[in-house]
């Protein structure tokens, strides 16, 4: 099992260029979601999903989309890049069953936008 | 109040030595608690679960105090290799998902 595979895993962007990055889990997890990680911050939750269809915001959605047509994969839109989402980004995946299992990340997307 | 509070460090601990972290979380609707690690430019890896009756895996073990909303992990007869940066994280739950996470303490061990 490749587990969460993230791609591309470096990126630069000019200021409104839009791009997305991508995120597939090959685990059946029903439950993915997407995080940025900036210096000083921790990790904070961007959009979450808990099943093909059903997606949801987290705590910093502005400027960013997600979708979710399969189990597997969970894409990230970004609209208008702005070099505030410089960060790196991570997605993640877990089965269902509260409280007994963690989410397992990807490597990361390391974004620049410029 | 930050939702998810942990002391930054850096700890210096000898190999060998027993090093202990705390952390508080504001949520008392937390249902899933868990320490996960993450090394330099890495991503987090989960490191165990928190239950609260307290669990053990190794030299590590995590407590649960649901009363005051606080989270603990120890690490004994700590190694070079459990020099890392290690994230107390909580999951609210109840319908929604997505993980909370502390920023983090920084830990070194040195030879």
């Known amino acids: 099992n490749a587990g969460v595979t993230q791609t591309p895993k470096f990126q630069v962007l000019k200021t409104g260029q839009s791009m997305t990055l991508q995120c597939a889990q090959d685990?059946?997890?029903?439950?993915m979601s997407w995080y940025r990680q900036d210096p000083g911050m921790g990790l904070r939750l961007i959009h979450y999903?808990?099943?093909?269809?059903?997606?949801d915001q987290g705590e910093v959605p502005n400027g960013y989309n997600v979708s979710r047509s399969t189990t597997e994969d969970f894409p990230l839109r970004l609209l208008s890049a702005a070099p505030s989402q410089t960060s790196v980004y991570f997605c993640?995946?877990?089965?269902?069953?509260?409280?007994?299992?963690?989410?397992?990340f990807g490597s990361g997307t390391r974004l620049t936008v410029v | 109040r930050k939702e998810v509070e942990q002391d930054p460090g850096p700890f210096n601990v000898p190999e060998g030595a027993t090093v202990a972290f705390n952390c508080t979380y504001s949520?008392?609707?937390?249902?899933?608690f868990f320490w996960y690690r993450q090394d330099c430019r890495k991503e987090p890896k989960l490191l165990m679960s928190?239950?609260?009756s307290g669990n053990e895996d190794g030299r590590f073990t995590a407590q649960l105090n649901r009363a005051s909303q606080y989270i603990s992990l120890l690490i004994r007869d700590s190694k070079l290799s459990d020099s890392a940066t290690y994230l107390c994280?909580?999951?609210?739950?109840?319908?929604?998902?997505?993980?909370?996470f502390g920023k983090g303490t920084h830990l070194i061990i040195q030879p």
């Open positions: 685990m059946n997890h029903e439950y």
């Open positions: 928190v239950y609260s």
């Open positions: 949520n008392s609707a937390s249902q899933s």
């Open positions: 999903s808990v099943g093909a269809g059903i997606t």
């Open positions: 994280v909580v999951l609210v739950g109840g319908g929604a998902d997505g993980l909370t």
């Open positions: 993640a995946s877990r089965p269902p069953g509260q409280g007994l299992y963690g989410y397992t």
